[in-house]
């Protein structure tokens, strides 16, 4: 069964360093998510992307956040300048078109900032 | 806003008993969907069941099963006859009928089955 694939699995950075997450969702789906679960905390939403631009965001995606889809089959999200705040579990997700289809998840990247 | 809690941390069951897991969630919409994901320890979440807001009848995905009480906007899981490979976090989680769909998710609940 198709799966969404997240690298890396753990990344370790610096505070104040650019960090850039990747993700390849499943590869009919369009619409595409990122969130982010800070340890103990609930999973939350961060943004959601279609027929490359954002549909929606959330107030933690400031402009320290972008996200893309460079090449059709990846999908990054990109923090500029990184906080200590910003430690946390990042979930990207994809989904079909019809709006009764579920997310599919990917197994997430575990993102500590030193 | 949409709120969804999961007010119990978490369970213990013993494998093959039957264990429920609570869910509240708070909206204005009349349509709506509801899920609930599990998530194993170190792995992906994965889809377990949902219930589409408009349909009566409550759903049922072989072992797991939920009581929806759409008036009491209660959504609880079964899990019958509990395995250990249900060890897992579970979550509930609520979209609006709507393009983008996004997800508000509880806490999770941490449930262990016993051998």
């Known amino acids: 069964e198709p799966e969404v694939t997240q690298t890396p699995s753990h990344q370790v950075t610096q505070m104040g360093q650019e960090v850039i997450l990747r993700c390849v969702p499943i590869?009919?789906?369009?619409?595409f998510y990122w969130y982010r679960q800070i340890l103990g905390q609930k999973v939350e939403f961060l943004v959601s992307f279609y027929n490359n631009e954002i549909s929606e965001k959330s107030e933690i995606f400031d402009d320290q956040f972008s996200v893309e889809r460079p090449d059709g089959s990846n999908f990054t999200l990109k923090i500029r300048s990184t906080k200590l705040e910003d430690s946390a579990m990042y979930f990207c997700a994809s989904r079909l078109p019809a709006v009764d289809q579920p997310q599919h998840f990917g197994d997430g990247t575990r993102l500590s900032i030193l | 806003a949409q709120t969804v809690t999961q007010s119990q941390p978490e369970m213990s069951v013993q494998e093959a008993e039957t264990v429920t897991l609570s869910c509240t969630y708070d909206?204005?919409?009349?349509?709506?969907?509801l899920f609930w994901y599990k998530q194993p320890p170190s792995r992906q979440m994965i889809l377990v069941i949902r219930q589409e807001a408009y349909k009566q009848q409550n759903a049922t995905e072989n072992r797991f099963s939920v009581n929806f009480q759409k008036a009491a906007k209660s959504f609880s899981l079964k899990i019958s006859d509990s395995q250990l490979g249900d060890t897992a976090m579970y979550f509930c989680?609520?979209?609006?009928?709507?393009?983008?769909?996004?997800?508000?998710f509880g806490k999770g609940i941490t449930l262990s089955v016993r051998p």
């Open positions: 909206t204005s919409e009349n349509n709506y969907y």
């Open positions: 989680a609520f979209t609006s009928v709507g393009a983008n769909s996004k997800l508000t």
């Open positions: 590869s009919n789906h369009l619409y």
